[in-house]
């Protein structure tokens, strides 16, 4: 019996560290694997017309994940962040070029949450289906059920 409750609390302890980090990612309905290195989560909320989303990348550099009319950068609605220091920065933006894309005058995309470790980023945030962004810097959401 003390050994059964000792091996365990020894499975519990190797299982723990690795998963406890990402436990907020199995509230995700959705799931796409966009490369290797990326996975995009997310979930959407037809009461708050909104979505959320989580994107876990195999980086310690920055994070880009954009919404695009036509699978090109250029028009595309992008979200950039990352983690620094403990720190999180996360830029609501706009591609006019194939080049970094400037921050939006209207921030319409919030970061939840974002956290760096073992090589991996991973960064939460929503936003609503619409966007009243009067620049037209942001691309509306179309939620089919
Ligand atoms: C998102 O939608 C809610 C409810 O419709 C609204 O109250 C809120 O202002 C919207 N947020 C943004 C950033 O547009
Ligand atoms: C979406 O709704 C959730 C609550 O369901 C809320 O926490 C979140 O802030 C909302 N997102 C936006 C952009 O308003
Ligand atoms: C997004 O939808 C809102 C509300 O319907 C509308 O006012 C806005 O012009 C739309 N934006 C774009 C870029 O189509």
Redesign the pocket.
């Known amino acids: 019996m003390a050994l059964t409750s000792s091996l365990c609390l020894i499975a519990l302890l190797l299982v723990l560290p690795c998963c406890l980090g990402h436990m907020h990612l199995a509230k995700y309905n959705f799931r796409r694997v966009l490369h290797p290195q990326y996975t995009l989560y997310w979930n959407y ?1 037809p ?2 017309r ?3 989303f989580a994107v876990r990348v195999q980086t310690t550099g920055w994070v880009g994940f954009g919404i695009s009319p036509n699978g090109g950068m250029v028009g595309s609605d992008v979200v950039i962040g990352w983690v620094q220091d403990g720190r999180s920065y996360f830029n609501d933006r706009f591609a006019t070029a194939q080049s970094t894309p400037a921050i939006d005058m209207q921030q ?3 970061l ?1 949450s974002a956290e760096e470790e073992n090589g991996y980023t991973t960064l939460e945030f ?3 289906y619409t966007s009243c962004d009067g620049n037209n810097q942001d691309r509306n959401i179309t939620v089919r059920q």
Do not use: A, M
């Open positions: 909320n009461t708050d909104n979505l959320t319409d995309w919030f939840i929503t936003r609503n």
